[in-house]
């Protein structure tokens, strides 16, 4: 037909309409979605991933490295009350040999409580830390060697930088040392501690907003208990039942008496926030640094003052490392002022304990190094002396256990499943089941560890051998699972190829089938004992919980495992514990990692392509 043109008229293809396009634009739009939406979900997953890991690395790597003290020790037969012989020197009183080398060191040291506190500088397990060495090496007796002890968690942690800020102010002008009655005194002729005590100021302005805050807290709370008491006076005039009236009438009587403690408590904060803002509004006015306020050194030659009030041109002190009693003057280029930031009251490490411990780094007897003590020991309540090794060895002997039971057990099962046992419904049920086990949260063969193993056959609380024993039973579906899908995966070729040459069907499967298959079967059975190596909840409900301080020499001796170990750590409050976890958990990281490398490398050794 032609047109009224008398032309010919060309039909327009589906694929070249405008429809056409429109559709295909579409597509792309939402392929390009879907391909942005991918790249953003790997994106936000490494995000998290970098974000979890720089986190446990950042907490945990302080705890590597550790600082020793190397103090000479009066190791004579006679201090430790010993003829030298082996049962002698570990029966001996390393305790007093300890506590005498540090104050030795500082001798005008002595107040008892001082004393005491100087002692706390060291380990408490510094005693036993010096006992193996005199054991391993007892030639250091009656020598003059020194030998390194473990300091304190706290100085550990002060060493580190993870105790207080500080900042250094120079000391412009000389001062006058005044010695009277009432103890020690800086004059300056010029404002030299105008800074320090600018900084008492801020924090005192600080302090006083802070009860601002608590004023406006209780104020609140103030007036919902008025409301509350008007709502009562109101209910209880109209209450019938005499039960409900007595409760109202106790409930008055408490709010009643809630009022008058928030009224109290309103008008001591007041007043104590009143003298505190009229303190800061006169900058002329000294200030008496208390805990809670920033702590001032005066560094003078060899001496430490603690500045206990200051002015501007004026400083009362103690003495942390006495000044010569002839000193009369200081210069100008011989002082200078150390202010730590965190107050003394919320830290557990006292201004004269950082002194002390400066005053050890200043004579050379604090080195820094690996921690040793992390990666040779067992647990221990001072975080100082506590090691991975105990929990570490117990893990192995566990998998061990594991390994020994699971990896037969599930091979030989996917085997007679996949190659030998009949397509019928008991089989059908058994495999539904073995995949339902897979599931089934870990914390279930725990409860059936203790119910069977413990209280049945009344087996060995928290011993490597029940605790490898449970996690055999939690392992073993995933194995099955993975050798069956590796068995399934060698080509029905090889089989024909087998039997038609005249082999038995056990020799089929031996020789040609199973080793096809052991990359995957291998691989399979390492990720099942990766994800037993991280397992808690099983272990807590068989008694792997305990607190052991040895390391296990058997699969009967009492033991934990890392990731127990590291939910122990993790209760505890002391920040060098926290370390010590985070610590923890790159070691059990670090196994994980070289366990799914090993998979890797195994698959790669061992497969075949045809």
Do not use: C
């Amino acid at each position: 037909m032609t047109d009224l043109t008398g032309g010919n008229v060309e039909k327009a293809s589906i694929h070249t309409s405008d429809d056409a396009r429109s559709r295909l634009a579409k597509r792309y739009r939402g392929e390009s979605l879907f391909k942005w939406l991918g790249r953003s979900a790997i994106g936000v997953s490494v995000a998290f991933l970098l974000l979890l890991l720089s986190t446990v690395v950042f907490q945990g790597m302080p705890a590597f490295t550790f600082n020793f003290v190397n103090l000479p020790f009066e190791l004579t037969k006679e201090k430790l009350d010993t003829d030298g012989s082996y049962d002698s020197l570990r029966k001996a009183n390393y305790d007093a040999v300890v506590r005498d080398a540090i104050r030795d060191q500082f001798p005008s040291v002595t107040g008892r409580s001082e004393k005491r506190a100087l002692s706390g500088l060291l380990s408490s397990g510094a005693p036993v830390y010096l006992r193996q060495q005199v054991l391993d090496d007892p030639s250091v007796l009656g020598s003059d060697k020194r030998l390194e002890i473990p300091i304190s968690d706290f100085a550990d942690l002060y060493l580190k930088g993870q105790i207080t800020n500080d900042s250094i102010i120079e000391g412009n002008g000389a001062l006058q040392v005044d010695r009277n009655d009432k103890g020690l005194r800086l004059i300056a002729d010029e404002p030299v501690f105008a800074d320090a005590l600018a900084r008492a100021k801020e924090a005192l302005k600080n302090q006083a907003a802070s009860m601002r805050d608590q004023q406006s807290g209780l104020q609140l709370s103030l007036n919902k208990t008025r409301g509350d008491i008007e709502a009562l006076q109101g209910r209880i005039p109209a209450e019938t039942n005499a039960n409900v009236k007595s409760r109202l009438e106790a409930e008055l009587e408490r709010s009643q008496s809630d009022i008058s403690v928030l009224e109290a408590r309103i008008k001591q904060l007041e007043e104590q926030t009143n003298a505190i803002e009229s303190r800061v509004a006169n900058p002329g006015l000294g200030e008496k640094l208390t805990g809670e306020m920033l702590s001032v050194l005066v560094y003078a030659n060899d001496a430490v003052l603690k500045v206990e009030q200051v002015t501007s041109t004026t400083a009362n002190v103690v003495e942390y490392m006495p000044l010569n009693e002839a000193t009369t003057s200081i210069a100008a280029n011989q002082w200078n002022i150390r202010v730590l930031e965190v107050p003394e009251a919320n830290r557990k490490f006292t201004d004269q304990e950082i002194v002390w411990t400066d005053e050890l780094v200043e004579r050379g007897y604090v080195r820094s190094g690996l921690n040793t003590i992390f990666f040779t020991r067992g647990a221990s309540r001072e975080p100082e002396m506590a090691g991975v090794l105990g929990a570490a060895v117990g893990s192995a002997l566990t998998l061990i256990v594991t390994l020994l039971l699971s990896f037969p057990l599930g091979v030989a099962a996917a085997i007679y499943l996949e190659e030998f046992a009949p397509k019928n419904r008991w089989t059908t049920l058994i495999e539904v089941n073995i995949n339902n086990l897979a599931a089934v949260p870990s914390i279930v063969f725990g409860l059936l560890g203790l119910a069977v193993f413990l209280n049945y056959f009344e087996l060995d609380r928290s011993a490597p051998y029940v605790g490898g024993m449970v996690l055999a039973l939690m392992t073993l579906p995933t194995i099955i699972i993975a050798s069956r899908a590796a068995l399934r995966a060698v080509p029905p070729s090889i089989r024909e190829a087998a039997l038609g040459i005249g082999a038995s069907r056990l020799q089929t499967v031996l020789h040609h089938v199973l080793p096809l298959a052991m990359p995957g079967i291998l691989t399979g059975t390492i990720i099942g004992m990766a994800q037993a190596l991280g397992e808690t909840a099983p272990l807590l409900m068989i008694g792997m919980v305990a607190f052991v301080v040895d390391i296990p020499m058997g699969f009967s001796d009492p033991s934990t495992v890392l990731p127990v170990q590291i939910f122990m750590w993790a209760d505890f409050p002391e920040p060098a514990f926290q370390q010590r976890t985070s610590a923890a958990i790159m070691v059990l990281l670090g196994f994980l990692i070289a366990m799914n490398a090993l998979a890797v490398v195994l698959r790669k050794r061992f497969e075949r392509r045809w």
